[in-house]
């Protein structure tokens, strides 16, 4: 069964500096990893995946995410959070066989002035 | 511009009255999804229609039905609304070709009450 951990349900940093908002990964075949980000009283907006290729995926507002295989691992990461960034964001995961998505718990993002 | 468009908004029923939550996209997708969101959770999946295919999750309680007559449209119907059937309620689509890579768009949800 595909799955997907948040470890965090809470991620706090002050405006400026570098955020890193954490997601791991099991799936039973190749993985096509996703980031949601998703507003108050609004639906979810998709921010970038991970298909193939390089492991470094670049995504919209700035965002970036780093595919790692060896540690099922795939962060999303921007270099310097503004607070308009506070929001909650969800890593999903597909593998190759299953039609649908799997969302983890979401992480509660919060950028400080 | 493309969109995926929920009607209501916001919806308040009584215990056990049917409601139809509705959705519509432009995308042209041939992939739609309804999701379940509690409190800030992880949204999850009720059903999804591939094409006309319509599969259902196993845990997806017989209380939710879905409609879809064309392409661009997708009900969500709820025969008796219980008190925890209270939630946000998504709809979302996909461009399907049995890929699995195509991300999914999302509309703005419809957040049900039940009182």
């Known amino acids: 069964a595909q799955s997907v951990a948040q470890p965090e349900d809470q991620v706090n940093v002050a405006e400026g500096n570098p955020l890193t908002v954490k997601c791991t990964y099991s799936?039973?075949?190749?993985?096509?990893l996703f980031w949601y980000v998703q507003y108050p009283n609004r639906g979810l907006q998709f921010l970038l995946k991970?298909?193939?290729?390089?492991?470094l995926v670049k995504g919209s507002y700035g965002f970036e995410a780093e595919f790692n295989k060896s540690q099922t691992s795939f962060h999303l990461k921007k270099p310097s959070a503004l607070v308009s960034d506070s929001a909650l964001y969800f890593c999903?995961?597909?593998?190759?066989?299953?039609?649908?998505?799997?969302f983890g718990a979401g992480t509660r993002l919060t950028v400080k002035p | 511009d493309a969109m995926v468009i929920q009607n209501p908004r916001y919806q308040v029923t009584q215990f056990g009255k049917p409601v139809t939550l509705s959705c519509s996209q432009t995308?042209?997708?041939?992939?739609m999804y309804w999701y379940q969101q509690k409190s800030s959770q992880a949204p999850k999946l009720l059903f999804h229609?591939?094409?006309?295919?319509?599969?259902n999750e196993a845990d997806t309680p017989d209380n939710f039905q879905s409609r879809r007559p064309n392409t661009s449209f997708c009900f969500l119907d709820i025969r008796s609304p219980g008190l925890g059937d209270a939630a946000m309620y998504l709809c979302?689509?996909?461009?399907?070709?049995?890929?699995?890579?195509?991300?999914?768009?999302f509309g703005p949800g419809t957040r049900l009450t039940v009182l």
């Open positions: 979302a689509t996909s461009r399907g070709d049995r890929g699995a890579y195509n991300e999914q768009f």
């Open positions: 991970y298909i193939t290729g390089d492991n």
């Open positions: 229609y591939y094409d006309k295919d319509f599969n």
């Open positions: 999903a995961v597909r593998d190759n066989r299953h039609n649908d998505m799997r």
């Open positions: 995308l042209n997708h041939n992939v």
């Open positions: 799936v039973s075949g190749n993985p096509y």
